[in-house]
């Protein structure tokens, strides 16, 4: 495997990892909701989340899913209805009193930001199709495991270094007191834009 081709399958990764979707919208609310320590470990689990993605693409799933499309089906369902649900606890909660949120520090442990990012990169089955497109065409299946490793970790680093901008910019206390000023319109927003994205997920 070429140097070129490396730095074309990740920098691939990355494009896909900054563009608007599930995770990016996670990272921006909890960016304002719970701040940058508690968006940190959610980004951690949105890269580690694009590495279950990358590893199953690399070890044979997106194959899979082409034999077995229904199995594909399933997974989009699945993930769709959680992003769902999370849209639903963001549009049920978009009144509740700006006070709680104004004094709101860490209302979930690191873990489970975490895992709220995994699960968030998971609820999106396309993952594996996605890189296997990107990797059949520039990886041999010849290429040393320790080129795979690092592909994997550069995926990580590129994910979640991004998720953390996200996070970090609407973090500032400028962009919290915004947010508070206008509580209901923004998780309305947030919520909806989840939905759609679940509702786009499902049926394409």
């Not at 609310?29 to 951690?44: M, P, Q, S, V």
């Not at 442990?109 to 594996?128: D, E, M």
């Not at 497109?133 to 995926?155: K, N």
Request: with cysteine; charged share 15%; hydrophobic share 60%.
């Amino acid at each position: 495997m070429t140097l070129t081709a490396f730095v074309a399958s990740w920098l691939l990764c990355l494009a896909a990892a900054m563009t608007p979707g599930p995770a990016v919208l996670m990272s921006a609310r909890i960016g304002l909701r719970e701040g940058l320590a508690t968006g940190t470990a959610l980004a951690f689990g949105i890269g580690a989340g694009a590495v279950f993605w990358a590893s199953t693409a690399l070890f044979g799933l997106s194959i899979l899913f082409e034999y077995a499309p229904t199995l594909l089906i399933a997974l989009k369902v699945i993930g769709a209805a959680y992003l769902v649900y999370l849209a639903y606890r963001m549009w049920r909660h978009a009144d509740d009193m700006i006070e709680e949120v104004a004094t709101m520090a860490t209302p979930r442990s690191r873990f489970s930001a975490f895992k709220l990012g995994v699960l968030t990169q998971l609820a999106n089955p396309k993952g594996p199709i996605f890189f296997g497109a990107v990797f059949a065409g520039t990886i041999p299946e010849t290429v040393p495991l320790w080129v795979l490793g690092a592909l994997l970790t550069l995926i990580f680093i590129g994910e979640a270094a991004w998720n953390i901008i996200v996070v970090r910019i609407f973090s500032f206390e400028r962009t919290r007191r915004g947010y508070i000023s206008l509580k209901g319109v923004f998780d309305r927003i947030f919520g909806a834009a989840l939905a759609a994205l679940g509702a786009k997920i499902a049926i394409t």
